[in-house]
């Protein structure tokens, strides 16, 4: 069992979630993110619930990049990690061309160099021991491109899946695995004010599927299964006009400017 996970970005939405699950795992946490006293209060919920488990937390800011290196470094010297999760990420945006640059390069430097410099560090931890998982959370918008506000968050999420798919065919057949997870629409924060979305699901069900495919270590995985598994081979694999537009219809309702 990966006994000591790291999942950054856990002060809310599917890292806290999925710090609950993982906890009741009995698995030991360390826990990142901007905002410290939502990391304090799901420590103190966690310790309530699960004395057994040993939970640490860290400020860090992703896009701090000394930080990155230096928080993850910190909490293996606590905590030896078998398992790294790279959460951390925004969903600001806006249509390019309207005057929101600031928007864009916001999401576009921390959901994706804010990643790359995760990966570094927790590469760092794991070549030194030549054991260990890294996981991406990329999103289902990666797989295609994604009109309006959603262009450069999908993007982003369609980088972090091939940086994750570089790194693991680098390292086949030695013991550091990656895996990359790609979440359909999962109720949360970023999404909270968007109503009646079809195949929306609620977090504790989503992140539970999340945290099944990541203890599986499969090299990727779309979750829930269904239907996202099936939609997601006709959005990647079969790109036409038709599955251009239904993937348009599908994310349509998930835009947002934040």
Known sequence: MRRNILITGASSGLGAEMARQFAAKGHNLALTARRTERLEALQGEVASRYPQVQVVIHSLDVNDHDQVFEVFRKIDAELPLDRIIVNAGLGKGASLGTGRFDANRQTALTNFVGALAQAEAAMELFRSRNAGHLVFISSI?????????????????????????????????????????????????????????????DTEPGVRAIVAAIESEKSKAYVPAWPWAPLAQGDAVRPTRRTEEDAVKRHRALTFEM
Do not use: F, Q
């Not at 262009?151 to 990656?178: F, N």
């Open 141 to 201: 918008s990666g797989l295609r491109g994604l009109p309006k506000t959603v262009t450069t968050y999908a993007a982003t999420k369609a980088g972090i899946a091939s940086l994750a798919e570089g790194l693991r065919m680098e390292l086949l057949g030695k013991p550091i695995k990656v895996s990359t997870i790609y979440p359909g629409y999962i109720r949360s924060e970023m999404n909270e004010h968007v109503a009646n979305t079809p195949l929306i699901v």
